[in-house]
């Protein structure tokens, strides 16, 4: 059984800054990749960002390309997102994904490739 856990969302102004936390407990062998994905009200959820095991191999989507840092702390199971420069078409809530495939490319962007979700955490960003 794989648990994965968000914190560390909340209510921050536009430019500020956020770091959400994603733990992953259980059966942790080999998450290869951890993703970042949100859902704002009334859309889809979305691609965010992704790192592998190793770190070599990370992805953002273009709207926070440059303001968000994806990380990973493999010791300890954690994924980070750190969330600079906010933008009120920043709230949504935020969700951690893990998977044990290796994946490359478009597959990192995928909802589907990824198996373990958490619950997810709000965002909000007010102007």
């Known amino acids: 059984q794989v648990q994965v856990v968000e914190s560390g969302g909340g209510l921050v102004q536009a430019g500020g800054s956020l770091r959400l936390s994603c733990a992953v407990s259980g059966r942790t062998f080999s998450m290869e990749v951890m993703g970042w994905f949100r859902q704002a009200p009334g859309k889809e959820r979305e691609f965010v960002a992704a790192?592998?095991?190793?770190?070599?191999?990370?992805a953002y989507s273009d709207s926070v390309k440059g303001r968000f840092t994806v990380s990973r702390d493999n010791a300890k199971n954690t994924a980070f997102l750190q969330m600079n420069s906010l933008r009120p078409e920043d709230t949504a809530v935020y969700y951690c994904?893990?998977?044990?495939?290796?994946?490359?490319?478009?597959?990192?962007?995928?909802?589907?490739?990824?198996?373990?979700w958490g619950q997810g955490t709000q965002v909000t960003v007010s102007s």
């Open positions: 994904a893990a998977t044990r495939k290796r994946l490359y490319g478009s597959r990192l962007l995928g909802l589907t490739e990824y198996d373990y």
């Open positions: 790192m592998s095991l190793s770190g070599s191999i990370t």
